[in-house]
C-alpha cells in the first residue's frame, strides 16, 4: 500500500535517478486511495488481534506453570535418561 521508491509511474531512465534523490522519510507526506487506507487499517487490525492472541496464550501458559509448579513440570524421567 505504501511503498518506498513509488514514483509517478512512467517507468524511464529518470525514474531510476529520481528515486534515489527522493527518498521517503518519517516526515513525508504521501496520499493515498480510500481503499488503499482501508486496506492498510484491515491489516492493521488483523496483525494487532494475531499479536494480542500471541500474548494472551503465553500468558495463560505462564499461569498454568505457575499454578501446577515448576517440580511436576521440570523433573521426571527424561532427567534420568
Known sequence: ????????GGGG???AANNAN????????TEQSGEALAQLC???????????ELEVREEFRA??????GEGSMGGG?????
Open 22 to 29: 527522493n527518498k521517503i522519510g518519517p516526515n513525508t507526506v
Open 13 to 15: 531512465d529518470g525514474d
Open 1 to 8: 500500500i505504501l511503498a518506498a521508491g513509488s514514483g509517478s
Open 77 to 81: 524421567v527424561d532427567d534420568d535418561g
Open 42 to 52: 484491515m491489516w492493521q487490525l488483523v496483525v494487532g488481534f494475531n499479536l494480542r
Open 63 to 68: 499461569s498454568m506453570t505457575n499454578m501446577l
